[in-house]
């Protein structure tokens, strides 16, 4: 995938790849912008990729069947849109506190398709006079 993709912007010198118990962990840390990574924990059977403070989890399926595509396959596939820039990032904020993100698959024609939310119970949820705002993100790494 990597060979296919060829993200440019991938820095060698500060990815990571450990093995551990619960598999193996491999990081991909942006050239210009270090702060910014793709994380990922693979294991046996289920595996969770990470990056702009948002989450996708992989399972296998128990049957063999479900999705038409393997659930390794999928994992790649995901990096591979991240890599390419295809992931748009949504976190919602009342004030400076984060209250919940979302993140999309950005079509060709600029459709974003929804792939999972996560709100947080945070205390700010409940600051009614601070105003919410939403800020986008997405990171080409090409």
């Known amino acids: 995938m990597l060979d296919s993709v060829q993200p440019a ?14 598999g193996v962990q491999i990081a991909f840390v942006h050239r ?8 990922m924990t693979v294991g046996d059977r289920d595996a969770i990729v990470a ?3 948002t989450h996708e989890h992989f399972f296998a399926s128990p049957d063999g069947q479900g999705e038409n595509r393997p659930w390794t396959t999928q994992i790649v596939d995901f ?8 992931i748009e ?22 459709r974003r398709h929804s792939l999972g939310a996560t709100g947080y119970l945070r205390a700010a949820r409940l600051f009614l006079w601070q ?4 800020e986008t993100e997405r990171t080409s790494w090409l």
């Open 9 to 22: 912007q991938v820095d060698p010198d500060r990815g990571s790849v450990k093995f551990s118990e619960s």
């Open 32 to 39: 210009e912008y270090h702060e910014k990574s793709i994380r």
């Open 51 to 53: 990056t702009l403070d």
């Open 131 to 134: 105003p919410k705002r939403v």
């Open 89 to 110: 990032v949504e976190t919602t904020y009342r004030g400076r506190t984060p209250i919940s993100v979302g993140h999309f698959n950005v079509d060709p024609t600029g």
């Open 79 to 86: 990096v591979a849109e991240i890599l390419r820039g295809q």
